[in-house]
């Protein structure tokens, strides 16, 4: 499974931001797809998921209400719609896959490049 984030960029706070991630090398019907993200000097964390079948979410709470995951099978994309940003917000963002609904980095063997958030205040 090959994957390509893209979409992040410097933007104020309080602004809307969608990061894509485009997928591809093979069938991912099964698969649970997961956005994570690490800023500078913290650990890379959990931000949502999506199981690529059924569209089930899951949202880490720091970001409920804001960030929206979703998919278009056809595409192969994934999306994160991230609205109302902050600058704690701000780090390298990653999609990743996953055959399991789990949201620990280590579950998740295919990562992508990462793209770049920064939100300033």
Do not use: H
Request: hydrophobic share 35%; with cysteine.
């Amino acid at each position: 499974v090959q994957l390509q984030a893209s979409g992040g960029g410097l933007v104020q706070a309080g602004v809307s931001l969608r990061l894509s991630c485009v997928a591809s090398g093979r069938t991912l019907t099964n698969y649970i797809m997961g956005w994570f993200r690490q800023a500078p000097g913290k650990e890379r964390e959990f931000v949502a998921l999506i199981s690529w079948n059924v569209g089930s979410t899951r949202y880490a709470e720091s970001v409920k209400g804001r960030f929206t995951t979703s998919r278009d099978n056809a595409k192969n994309t994934v999306y994160l719609q991230m609205n109302s940003l902050k600058p704690e917000d701000t780090a390298v963002y990653y999609c990743a896959a996953s055959r399991d609904f789990l949201v620990i980095p280590g579950s998740y063997p295919y990562w992508g490049q990462g793209t770049l958030v920064t939100v300033s205040s």
